[in-house]
């Protein structure tokens, strides 16, 4: 054991979660104490989480609430600062690392306050936020993807380019190789809609699939993740058509399905966009219109740009030019090969392992860190 202590600040969504659950097990794995830090929200966590000692403060978020709501927060997010300010008193951490949100918030000011070594992991291509609140505080600032806009200039210096980690079974899903479409085998197509799903995916995606030539529809093989009350209507359009259908609310085999697809359609939140790159899939990707910041478009701009998949913002997603981009990729395979061969590129499998490094380096004694360092 190194004796070193890493708290992790970290609370709210899965995007949020999933980097610290990665980091926490590549730490754990090399030796380090670790305890976890979050707001009421958290509990319930998985993987390298579920045995963490585990500490919880107040905390909440301010943006898009009426007057009397945000002075509430505000209130919140003090005596959330307050509680992290004991804890960490009493947990003499050696590092923190919060991961986004504002669950993290509290913690990481009540840091910067004690003089400890702090950095952030910003997941989504826009730096959040919560996480510029705090960038020109922290000692280091980690991104996922080269190019992280928003962030302040006086903060620039502190970036650390590491990559979103990913959960162990999408690195295990690594190893299956892109499976080549050929003139009459299989077209195997995942949509997935993020945690809850999404309407608009139930709504569109099986009207253009409804829609395809004959030929096309007799090969696909659709998984779909949908809304429970939109499981039987989805379901109703796929065996009008003819075409064979898996749907669920909740698949927890999603790197599985993800390694078999030829195809995947999705939202384009950070973790969806870190695991299809890092598997290596093409993807078409339809951002939510009203995420914060509209991070999920710069998350999906830069897939596309990088030739790994195709943007479709909402307003122009429609089943006619779904259909139309379809058939397009199917009948031409080679757009899916040269997309998937790019996704794969772009993907960082060692993200947590660079992360990790980063951290390692911030410790009394640190070694060297093996994370590149965005220019």
């Known amino acids: ?50 045995d963490l000692e585990t500490h919880h403060i107040r905390a909440g978020g301010i943006a898009g609430k009426r007057f009397t709501a945000r002075l509430e927060s505000v209130f919140e997010l003090g005596l959330g600062m307050l509680q992290a300010r004991k804890l960490l008193a009493k947990l003499k951490p050696d590092a923190v690392i919060g991961f986004g949100g504002y669950a993290s918030v509290p913690t990481m000011m009540a840091a910067t306050w004690a003089g400890l070594a ?145 195809l995947l359609i999705a939202r384009a939140g950070a973790s969806t966009v870190a695991e299809m790159t890092a598997i290596g899939r093409p993807a078409i990707l339809v951002p939510y219109p009203h995420a914060i910041d509209n991070h999920q478009f710069a998350n999906a701009q830069a897939v596309d740009e990088a030739g790994a998949g195709w943007l479709m913002a909402e307003d122009v997603f429609t089943a006619e030019r779904l259909a139309g981009r379809l058939t397009s990729l199917f009948e031409s395979p080679r757009h899916l090969v040269h997309a998937a061969r790019a996704s794969r590129r772009i993907g960082r499998p060692d993200a947590a392992h660079a992360l990790a490094d980063m951290v390692a380096d911030m410790m009394p004694n640190g070694h060297s860190g093996e994370g590149r360092q965005a220019a």
């Open 118 to 262: 702090t950095a952030i992991h910003e997941q989504n291509a826009v730096l959040g936020r919560a996480n510029r609140l705090l960038a020109t505080r922290v000692r280091r600032i980690a991104t996922s993807i080269d190019g992280t806009q928003m962030v302040p200039e006086a903060a620039k210096s502190k970036i650390h380019l590491t990559g979103m980690p990913v959960r162990p079974t999408v690195l295990a899903a690594r190893d299956t190789a892109y499976d080549e479409i050929t003139d009459r085998g299989p077209l195997n197509l995942l949509v997935t809609g993020g945690s809850q799903g999404a309407r608009v995916l139930s709504d569109v995606v099986p009207a253009a699939l409804a829609s395809l030539p004959e030929g096309l529809k007799k090969r696909l093989n659709v998984t779909q993740q949908c809304r429970a009350e939109d499981l039987e209507r989805v379901g109703a359009v796929y065996a009008q058509a003819g075409i064979k259908a898996d749907l669920n609310n909740f698949f927890d085999d999603v790197p599985r399905r993800l390694a078999a697809a030829h």
């Open 1 to 50: 054991m190194t004796g070193h202590l890493a708290v992790l600040a970290a609370g709210g969504t899965g995007g949020h979660v999933f980097p610290a659950e990665a980091l926490a097990a590549e730490l754990g794995a090399r030796g380090y104490r670790l305890a976890l830090i979050t707001d009421r929200r958290g509990g319930g966590f998985g993987g390298a989480l579920a």
